[in-house]
């Protein structure tokens, strides 16, 4: 069963865009980090101007926007940082990297592309940021589109954390950029018939990954660190279940796996330690290491040349080019989707939706010991 919305009352500062004049009809709400120090409290809701949308863009009234780790930890970053990543195209002049809405203008771009993104059709999307306004604008090629079947509110859950597992675990072709050579059949491509250890079952991208593997016919352990995540983990199919708080992780897959160990590793979190992973991988096995910066390349670079095993390191999907994110965005639209529709994966999101004002307090609650993706909406 899926978590229920207790969706609140729309803010009362809210602006209308529609009768407050010319003028006004190019400005909108937006959440706005006032100024550095690391605190979620410096968080603002402002008047800011809309959005125009440019070549081969929609502009998007956003409906719900995904919390996810990038954002929180967006307000931990300074100013010159921010400012770099804003310059290089990674990173939006607002927080949000996800969001559902429904299209509501067209920058340049064909009367096919038009026709196939009509006003008031219904989307999500992957973002470099923006997702916390009321409007953004996002390239058509980065959009999901999704039937009455999918509630716009659950569609909020879907782009990054799908895109993510399957580009990292499922995507026949490996999408390298410049490090590595692509090996048809090689990378992290998780298949039928094998093991998959999928660490923090029920973070965003865990509860996909469990959920995409048993629909691609491999086996799902997982682990969590409470009895309600494990119980949590168990109702989405995972095969083993492991508390990593009462039982060593890696003693329990070596007893399963007769001590031959896992065929793939998926650690969206880092902190169990490349030798753990190593231990309960098979010999030419793939760990997968998802993370928003290079803080372990060197040491997974050490491992890899004093190791038999494919080790894998993996940059944040926010930090994919353009044009891979089109790549990722046309399979997931051809084969995660469809699974979601006919309810083979089920979206899990927190029990309460955080207006703009209330922001703040979701990041607080995302840090904490939760299940489910956290939505925001204007």
């Known amino acids: ?82 400012n770099e990543l804003e310059k290089a195209g990674l990173k939006g002049k607002y927080m949000g990297v996800e969001c559902s809405g429904t299209v509501c203008a067209h920058g340049e771009m064909s009367k096919k592309d038009k026709q196939t993104w009509k006003i008031d059709t219904k989307v999500c999307a992957i973002l470099v940021g923006g997702a916390y306004a009321e409007y953004v604008a996002a390239p058509i090629g980065h959009l999901l589109k999704f039937t009455t079947k999918i509630p716009v509110e659950l569609a909020a859950a879907i782009p990054q954390d799908a895109c993510t597992v399957w580009s990292e675990l499922f995507m026949k072709k490996r999408l390298y950029e410049g490090s590595a050579p692509e090996e048809e059949g090689e990378g992290s491509r998780l298949s039928s018939g094998e093991t998959v250890l999928i660490h923090e079952g029920c973070s965003g991208i865990g509860i996909f990954a469990i959920q995409m593997a048993k629909y691609q016919g491999a086996t799902a352990f997982a682990t969590a660190g409470t009895n309600a995540k494990i ?41 169990n330690g490349l030798h753990r992973n ?18 372990w390349m060197k040491k997974i670079d050490a491992y890899t040349e004093l190791s038999n095993y494919k080790l894998i390191d993996v940059a944040s999907l926010l930090y994919r080019t353009p044009e891979m994110k089109t790549v ?29 004002e209330e922001a703040a307090e979701a990041h607080k609650l995302k840090k904490s010991n939760l299940i489910g993706k956290i939505l925001l909406h204007p």
């Open 328 to 356: 990722i965005v046309k399979e997931v639209q051809e084969k995660v989707m469809p699974a979601i529709e006919n309810g083979d994966v089920k979206l899990v999101i927190h029990n309460q939706v955080f207006t703009f």
């Open 1 to 82: 069963m899926l978590r229920k919305l207790g969706c609140g009352g729309r803010s009362s500062t809210e602006s209308s865009l529609s009768s407050s004049g010319p003028k006004k009809e190019l400005l909108m709400r937006a959440l706005v980090a006032t100024s550095e120090g690391g605190e979620d409290e410096v968080l603002q809701v402002q008047l800011v101007p809309r959005p125009v949308p440019k070549a081969k863009e929609v502009l998007i009234k956003v409906a719900y926007a995904g919390v996810n780790r990038a954002d929180v930890e967006e307000t931990n970053l300074g100013e010159p940082t921010l």
């Open 278 to 295: 190593l231990e309960c991988l098979k010999k030419g096995g793939r760990l997968v290491h998802i993370c928003d910066n290079g803080r």
């Open 231 to 271: 119980a949590e983990c168990r109702r989405l199919g995972a095969d083993l279940c492991i508390n990593y708080n009462k039982n060593d992780f890696v003693e329990v897959i070596k007893d399963r796996t007769k001590g031959q160990g896992v065929d793939v590793i998926l650690d969206c979190v880092g902190c």
